[in-house]
């Protein structure tokens, strides 16, 4: 019949419990691993190996290409000995997807039993063992997928939030963090854009390993950011430190001095730009000048840049909505925060609704947590922008802030210097 009884004593917990037999468990097991191919993505995925990852990319930056490398050196360490969590972070067609899917199929070769699936897909394997033509029951099939041995779920985030989907990946990554057991996962967003209950478990640094990668799309390699929509440094092209006026005989010695360390810094940053480089100062003073000659000097050297003035983004942003826009939202989003080089013009001009305050967290939060080298301009203090923004942009670790003393210009004769700063109309 395929089951037996164990022969223990009266008081045993186990007494007159029906078990399956040696036979039994085999089949169970073989029908176990069937179900768990069924859901696995690795059918389609299996030419994604180690071995035909490119961990130096193609046409990165230096510090990209270290930081591809080092996310690849970690995940050929998780499939050697695959303990606790390993988070990978990036943009679409960073490579994370190849990566998780290499640790798989290395799994795979070891005969350590793995399921790698999407979350959207995952969701969908049970929602269907609800229906009635299921052959296998809901609460089997989720008992199988929070106790594989290696459980890699990729594009965490992208699925269709609702309240059940949200409370079944809980429980299943509830269940897996509490015992500690292997589980990779991939995903384009920042962890304050998941399920609170979610970023908790990923937070925990005990368990959990993450890392970012910054290389961009490898599909879109290559990309003239020149032509791009968004783009509006072409319209700043005649913005060079060359041409950049210090205005002497009409500033103070303290506005002159203080602007000439402002051009001393942006030189600085656009020759080796690292963290972010924000310039106050009232309209007119010259922040968008250097903010534009930084850029300039970028792509001189060879290297994109995006210049994008803050409300113009927002614009782009909501215009993606319309069903007739070409470029979805996402990807228009994506432009923007995975940028390798980003300048965000008038910080604080912007039209600041619930939703643009949210998505501006979002994007400055991306960038933040990627090191992504990012150059802003505001008229604004920072105890004037949104705190959750302001928190960012003064972390002295990585941030410098400048502001900038000078007044409007206004292309008037100069003056003596040593007379005190001119008197504003």
């Known amino acids: 019949m395929g089951y037996v009884r164990l022969d223990v004593p009266v008081d045993h917990p186990d007494f007159g419990k029906l078990f399956p037999c040696t036979c039994r468990q085999e089949e169970l097991q073989s029908r176990r691993h069937e179900t768990m191919r069924s859901m696995s993505s690795l059918k389609i995925l299996e030419r994604y190996t180690f071995e035909n990852f490119h961990p130096d990319g193609h046409g990165l930056s230096a510090e990209r290409q270290r930081n591809l490398r080092l996310a690849y050196n970690r995940a050929v360490a998780y499939a050697q000995r695959p303990e606790g969590w390993l988070l990978m972070r990036g943009g679409y067609g960073c490579g994370k997807t190849h990566l998780a899917a290499a640790i798989a199929n290395d799994a795979i070769a070891r005969g350590t039993p793995v399921l790698f699936v999407t979350v959207p897909d995952l969701l969908d394997h049970l929602r269907g063992a609800y229906a009635p033509t299921a052959t296998q029951r809901y609460d089997e099939r989720f008992e ?59 937070s925990d640094t005990d368990l959990v390993d993450m890392i970012t990668i910054l290389a961009p799309d490898y ?33 103070s010695r303290e506005e002159l001095d203080n602007l000439r360390r402002a051009v001393e810094l942006a030189k600085g940053y656009a020759t080796e730009p690292a963290g972010w480089l924000v310039f106050t100062g009232e309209y007119g003073c010259g922040k968008t000048h250097l903010a534009a000659a930084i850029a300039n000097q970028r792509v001189k050297e060879g290297h994109p840049a995006l210049f994008v003035t803050v409300p113009d983004f927002l614009d782009y942003l909501r215009a993606s909505f319309y069903p007739q826009s070409a470029v979805p939202y996402d990807k228009r989003f994506e432009e923007v925060r995975n940028a390798p080089f980003l300048v965000l013009d008038d910080l604080g001009t912007e039209y600041a609704t619930p939703w643009a305050q949210e998505k501006l967290y979002q994007l400055f939060n991306y960038r ?57 109309q």
Request: some cysteine.
């Open 219 to 251: 599909r879109q390699t290559g990309t003239d950011y020149a032509k791009m929509e968004m783009n509006t440094l072409p319209l700043y092209s005649d913005m060079r430190f060359d041409n950049f006026i210090l205005r002497q005989g009409e500033l």
């Open 144 to 202: 199988e997928v929070r106790t594989i041995p290696l459980l890699i779920m990729d594009d965490l985030g992208t699925e269709h939030g609702t309240p059940w989907a949200l409370e079944k990946l809980y429980q299943l990554l509830n269940y897996r963090y509490m015992a500690r057991l292997p589980t990779v996962i991939t995903t384009n967003n920042s962890l304050d854009e998941l399920d609170p209950r979610l970023c908790s478990r990923l």
């Open 368 to 424: 933040y947590v990627a090191r992504l080298p990012t150059v802003i301009t505001s008229s604004r203090t920072l105890e004037k922008i949104d705190p959750r923004i302001g928190t960012r942009l003064a972390d002295v670790s990585r941030c410098t802030v400048f502001s900038i003393l000078a007044p409007s210009y206004r292309g008037g004769p100069p003056r003596r210097s040593g007379k005190g700063r001119r008197r504003r």
